[in-house]
Each structure stands twice: as structure tokens, then as C-alpha cells.
């Protein structure tokens, strides 16, 4: 691969492989993305309300929703800034 003067070697940064410059980010993501699969997991215990007025399981479906959203946008948020990282793109 040739360089281009004044820029970073490509071993420094691989161009086909974003997570290698930044390990951290790539472990965040699988990290949020195994926490979305915990609550995803959690999900078929909802199906258990009997009728409309059951509040049993009102307390889980307000706890697993928002952070099952909030695990994915953090997750789709980091995964969009490293696969947009500056020093792959050409």
C-alpha cells in the first residue's frame, strides 16, 4: 500500500479494519450489544400479563423498553462514528 505524505502509515491504521484503531469503541459495541440481547431475553416474560388492567408487569415493561432503546441508539451512535473514522476513507 503506498502512503501519502504527512498521513499515518496504513499499519497504524487499517483502512479495511476501523476497529483496530480503536479497540475500545468495538468492545462498547459488543458489550451494548450483548446488553441488548440480556434484555431482549426478558421480553417473553411480558407476554405473561392476563388482561389490560394487570399492572404485574407494567413495572418490567417500563424497565426493559427505554433501556433496551437506549443500549441500541448508544450502540448504532458508536458504530456510526467508527465506521466513519477519517483515517480510512479515502
Keep these: 500500500m ?3 505524505s504527512g498521513r499515518l502509515s ?3 491504521y487499517p483502512k479495511t479494519m476501523p476497529h ?3 479497540p475500545r469503541t468495538s468492545n462498547m ?3 451494548l450489544a450483548r446488553m441488548g440481547w440480556m434484555y431482549a431475553s426478558g421480553v417473553p416474560a411480558m407476554l405473561d400479563q392476563q388482561d389490560a388492567r ?3 408487569m407494567r413495572v418490567l ?3 426493559i423498553l427505554p433501556e433496551a ?3 441500541l441508539s448508544v450502540s448504532l451512535s458508536r458504530a456510526k462514528k467508527l465506521l466513519s473514522h477519517p483515517f480510512w476513507q479515502e
Excluded: E, G, R, Y
Aim: net charge positive; proline share 0%; aromatic share 4%.
Design 2 to 4: 503506498s502512503q501519502i
Design 10 to 12: 496504513s499499519s497504524a
Design 20 to 22: 483496530k484503531a480503536n
Design 29 to 31: 459495541i459488543q458489550t
Design 54 to 56: 394487570a399492572a404485574s
Design 61 to 63: 415493561n417500563w424497565t
Design 69 to 71: 432503546s437506549n443500549a
